[in-house]
């Protein structure tokens, strides 16, 4: 028979992917000998089966679930759904990979109109009692049953203007059982039933909302910007209760053994008297720092500062940990690796080295590589930021500059977005229905929450920068706009965040590139020690490639010559190329062109500094460059000795119905093989002038792109070999050089043995591959992903992270027909998936020599690259 249930002494740290995070954790604490609210952990396999049952609890696991029950009435000495000594607990939800705010949990569970009453007579604490049960309520009410939030709110704020109190404990234990009679008619009201009274009805109703939990739309889309599969399921945890609001005696807080915003460290936290759950976190009250908890109980502070250092040391990495103090009695009820910034995440693994704690490959494998984005991210212009006029100062929650039009809903957040506006989303607090808005903004803005509140938390875990609790804000949501001391603004309004500051400022202040420090340059090294695949860049310009040079670039790994025809009057020139009827017009078109390229990839060389380049020729179609401006047109006519009507004509006849799949890439020299001469000769000329002028060692690399049939490559190759011999000749010098081929065509892979012969290297073009392969492309397909995930056909983008099942395995079939004909073969890759962790993880795995990303994702694909090293030498 299966084990779908766990009392927390049978469990412990290493069983976190059937216990989930939490539970396993509580276990580990427990056998620690911490003071843990005892009870019991139903797997994540059991959650698998909820849903293989058709979403229901099976005999099997519901007896389970009952006989733990039992043994956790022993252990407490009370009875779960008793009237004289009733046992009440949280139900809480807990996946493998810690996911804050996704899904929902419920306490004081097992109280009815009768046990309140009990307990609230022999207690001699009716307030506790009463705000216990209205608390459940609505919880209940809102997981369980979906009813929202919001009603229940509305009731409690009514209720506090009724009796002239702003705070929600001076609420009286009257007010609360009065409460509690208009959240039961409320339920009744919206469901049509009455709030149920059976304890282990309501314990099965909850298990179940928390297993629904895993299912619901913004837990869905937080798995998917953080790699978690949907298969994984969540466990739930079931737990006699600690209670904060008791009074003055009690409270609940959280705490972080290290900053995790800037690393330091230093204890830090926050608790409130009298409260319980959420209420820290919710921003509902505005709560006190974890040092003034000395002054209040000094013993239970030195006792949790003892646990805290314990668990430290314990675990090797900063906790973050969640605790209660029922009448000065001290509970854990959480503890994990704490969520980090970017930069505090650096600074803990060098100073866990440094403290001796941890070794430099456990300092490598601590840094999550998604997490560096926000690093390199830009941060105000020293300059501006001077002259500007700062406004107010909320707490900084989650670091970096943004700056972008003001919008009051996550809706209209992602809405703008997707018109291309830049938005800052203001809010009261926020909540994780808002998760999808709070990505699509620059910044974020509340009014209320402290630094460990859902916008904090949320944001610092999307490298997205946040300012939390500017509580001078005047907001005004309805008529959407909110004042700042004499500044109004409106929706649409520019505004600037610091979220390294808290400062907030008018208007759209202008920023600068990242600075990187010394952590950084600590881990990256350790990181280059460790890794085997080699790292390069997609660059198209000096620029670029400078910048991926400084974060680490080997070499470019794609170098897209297109990109080079749209500046200035280049692209006269180019379009004088492509409106041309003879092979004579076009010659003398790209003779114009020539020299600009050449001049373009000496530059490139240079930055380079004898690193390889990989240089790919022309590749989209050519309608792409024709002008469109009736004015262009003529001025093209005009170059050309031509008519407007001639222009148009030509245009014309370069239309194309799938220009995806039409005349590009290879297809354009087979047609003009007059572009793949100029091309080639600007490539060797560039480097026969660097190599003499700097003594640099370049060795170009000419990639051919869109190959699916070797002889159209061989047609290329012969072209560019004829070509480039010429200019060696001619110049008198030494040169070496590759002609080698993108894999971006499904025929490429499966006929990658007679390509490899004639090939020098194969760089996978897995955009283009995986929209070959899927047959949809790659612009098009959000128009239709989002119902491809609801649907679960999909859990992720395939055009961000890899398909290792479909275009991976044709991936390995070009390496294994490619390997044994020619030794000397090297592979890469360049699509976009260079710079996603677990495409890289996957590209070492297959035994790729190199990824290319983009210059920022270059750190990230070191980083991923050590890790996925490390990770397979230890067979983990
Ligand atoms: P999340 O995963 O969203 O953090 P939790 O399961 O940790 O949700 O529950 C949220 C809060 O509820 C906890 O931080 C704690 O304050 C409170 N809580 C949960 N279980 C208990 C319990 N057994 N006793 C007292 N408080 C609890
Ligand atoms: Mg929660
Ligand atoms: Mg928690």
């Given at each position: 028979?299966?084990?779908?249930?766990?009392?927390?002494?049978?469990?412990?740290?290493?069983?976190?992917?059937?216990?989930?995070?939490?539970?396993?954790?509580?276990?580990?604490?427990?056998?620690?000998?911490?003071?843990?609210?005892?009870?019991?952990?139903?797997?994540?396999?059991?959650?698998?089966?909820?849903?293989?049952?058709?979403?229901?609890?099976?005999?099997?696991?519901?007896?389970?679930i009952m006989d733990s029950v039992t043994k956790m009435e022993e252990i407490a000495g009370k009875k779960f759904g008793d009237n004289e000594n009733p046992l009440l607990v949280s139900v809480r939800s807990g996946a493998r990979a810690s996911m804050p705010g996704m899904m929902d949990t419920i306490l004081n569970l097992g109280l009815n109109e009768d046990v309140v009453s009990v307990i609230a007579e022999k207690s001699g604490n009716p307030r506790w009692a009463w705000d216990c049960y209205r608390r459940f309520i609505q919880m209940y009410s809102d997981v369980v049953m979906e009813v929202g939030k919001k009603y229940f709110e509305e009731l409690i704020d009514k209720m506090k203007e009724d009796k002239g109190v702003t705070e929600d404990t001076d609420l009286s234990a009257e007010d609360l059982k009065e409460l509690s009679a208009q959240f039961k008619a409320e339920y009744k009201n919206k469901l049509g039933e009455e709030f149920p009274t059976d304890a282990k009805e309501q314990l099965?109703?909850?298990?179940?909302?928390?297993?629904?939990?895993?299912?619901?739309?913004?837990?869905?889309?937080?798995?998917?910007?953080?790699?978690?599969?949907?298969?994984?399921?969540?466990?739930?945890?079931?737990?006699?209760?600690?209670?904060?609001?008791?009074?003055?005696?009690?409270?609940?807080?959280?705490?972080?053994?290290?900053?995790?915003?800037?690393?330091?460290?230093?204890?830090?936290?926050?608790?409130?008297?009298?409260?319980?759950?959420?209420?820290?976190?919710?921003?509902?009250?505005?709560?006190?720092?974890?040092?003034?908890?000395?002054?209040?109980?000094?013993?239970?502070?030195?006792?949790?500062?003892?646990?805290?250092?314990?668990?430290?040391?314990?675990?090797?990495?900063?906790?973050?940990?969640?605790?209660?103090?029922?009448?000065?009695?001290?509970?854990?009820?959480?503890?994990?690796?704490?969520?980090?910034?970017?930069?505090?995440?650096?600074?803990?693994?060098?100073?866990?080295?440094?403290?001796?704690?941890?070794?430099?490959?456990?300092?490598?494998?601590?840094?999550?590589?998604?997490?560096?984005?926000?690093?390199?991210h830009p941060q105000f212009d020293p300059k501006a930021i001077k002259e500007a006029k700062e406004l107010g100062r909320g707490l900084a929650a989650s670091p970096g500059a943004a700056s972008g039009k003001v919008v009051f809903t996550a809706a209209d957040a992602k809405a703008w977005d997707a018109k291309g506006e830049k938005v800052v989303l203001v809010r009261l607090e926020t909540s994780p229905e808002d998760i999808e808005g709070m990505k699509a903004a620059q910044g974020i803005l509340t009014v209320r929450g402290g630094m460990t509140s859902h916008a904090a938390v949320v944001a610092r875990g999307m490298g997205t920068?946040?300012?939390?609790?500017?509580?001078?804000?005047?907001?005004?949501?309805?008529?959407?706009?909110?004042?700042?001391?004499?500044?109004?603004?409106?929706?649409?309004?520019?505004?600037?965040?610091?979220?390294?500051?808290?400062?907030?400022?008018?208007?759209?202040?202008?920023?600068?590139?990242?600075?990187?420090?010394?952590?950084?340059?600590?881990?990256?090294?350790?990181?280059?020690?460790?890794?085997?695949?080699?790292?390069?860049?997609?660059?198209?310009?000096?620029?670029?490639?400078?910048?991926?040079?400084?974060?680490?670039?080997?070499?470019?790994?794609?170098?897209?010559?297109?990109?080079?025809?749209?500046?200035?009057?280049?692209?006269?020139?180019?379009?004088?190329?492509?409106?041309?009827?003879?092979?004579?017009?076009?010659?003398?078109?790209?003779?114009k062109i020539l020299p600009v390229q050449q001049g373009d990839f000496e530059k490139l060389y240079e930055a380079l500094e004898g690193n390889p380049v990989t240089i790919r020729f022309l590749d989209p179609p050519l309608h792409e460059f024709v002008p469109t401006e009736e004015a262009d047109i003529k001025k093209l006519a005009d170059a050309q000795g031509k008519t407007v009507e001639q222009i148009k004509e030509i245009i014309e006849g370069l239309h194309e119905f799938n220009p995806m799949m039409g005349h590009r890439g290879c297809r354009l020299t087979v047609t003009y093989p007059e572009i793949a001469k100029m091309q080639t000769r600007a490539i060797i000329r560039a480097a026969i002038n660097v190599k003499k002028n700097t003594n640099l060692e370049v060795k170009p690399e000419i990639m051919i792109p869109l190959v699916g049939e070797v002889k159209e490559f061989k047609f290329v190759k012969d072209i560019v070999i004829a070509t480039a011999e010429e200019e060696i000749n001619n110049a008198g010098v030494k040169l070496d050089y590759e002609v080698g081929t993108m894999i971006e065509i499904p025929r490429a892979c499966l006929t990658a043995d007679a390509i490899a012969k004639e090939a020098d290297f194969f760089c996978f073009g897995t955009n283009d591959l995986t929209q070959m392969t899927y047959g949809f492309s790659r612009d098009d397909a959000g128009k239709f992903l989002d119902s491809y995930y609801d649907a679960k056909i999909f859990e992720y983008d395939p055009f961000a992270k890899l398909d290792q099942v479909g275009v991976g395995s044709l991936m390995k079939m070009a390496l294994d027909k490619g390997r044994p004909v020619n030794d000397a073969l090297h592979f890469g890759i360049c699509g976009e998936h260079g710079g996603d962790p677990s495409s890289v993880e996957f590209c070492h795995e297959i035994g790729l020599d190199y990824v290319s990303a983009s210059p920022f994702r270059v750190p990230i694909a070191r980083l991923a690259a050590a890790q996925a090293a490390i990770n397979n030498r230890e067979g983990k």
């Open positions: 028979m299966t084990k779908w249930v766990y009392m927390f002494s049978e469990g412990d740290a290493t069983m976190r992917n059937l216990l989930g995070g939490k539970g396993c954790n509580l276990a580990e604490m427990t056998k620690l000998g911490l003071p843990v609210p005892q009870g019991f952990t139903v797997t994540t396999e059991a959650c698998t089966q909820y849903y293989e049952d058709g979403k229901k609890i099976n005999d099997e696991i519901l007896a389970q099965l109703g909850a298990i179940q909302a928390v297993f629904r939990s895993w299912d619901n739309p913004r837990a869905n889309v937080y798995r998917r910007d953080n790699d978690i599969p949907y298969s994984w399921g969540t466990a739930v945890n079931v737990q006699m209760m600690a209670f904060g609001n008791m009074g003055d005696t009690s409270g609940t807080g959280v705490a972080f053994t290290r900053d995790p915003a800037t690393g330091e460290n230093k204890l830090m936290g926050e608790f409130l008297i009298n409260a319980q759950g959420e209420d820290v976190v919710a921003g509902v009250r505005t709560p006190q720092p974890i040092s003034e908890l000395e002054k209040i109980m000094p013993e239970v502070y030195k006792e949790f500062v003892d646990i805290t250092e314990k668990l430290e040391n314990h675990y090797r990495d900063m906790q973050d940990m969640e605790f209660t103090i029922e009448d000065k009695k001290l509970y854990m009820l959480q503890t994990r690796n704490g969520k980090r910034t970017a930069k505090a995440a650096l600074k803990i693994a060098c100073d866990l080295v440094d403290e001796g704690m941890i070794k430099e490959e456990k300092a490598v494998e601590m840094i999550d590589p998604r997490n560096l984005d926000t690093l390199l920068c946040c300012v939390s609790g500017l509580s001078e804000i005047k907001m005004d949501e309805a008529n959407k706009k909110f004042t700042l001391g004499d500044t109004v603004f409106n929706e649409g309004d520019a505004i600037s965040l610091d979220g390294s500051t808290g400062a907030v400022y008018p208007g759209a202040i202008a920023t600068i590139p990242a600075e990187i420090s010394g952590d950084f340059g600590r881990i990256m090294g350790w990181a280059d020690q460790f890794r085997v695949l080699k790292v390069r860049t997609n660059a198209d310009t000096p620029e670029d490639a400078k910048r991926a040079r400084e974060l680490g670039a080997e070499g470019i790994g794609l170098c897209r010559t297109e990109h080079m025809f749209f500046e200035g009057d280049r692209i006269d020139a180019f379009r004088e190329m492509i409106c041309s009827d003879t092979v004579e017009e076009r010659e003398a078109a790209l003779e």
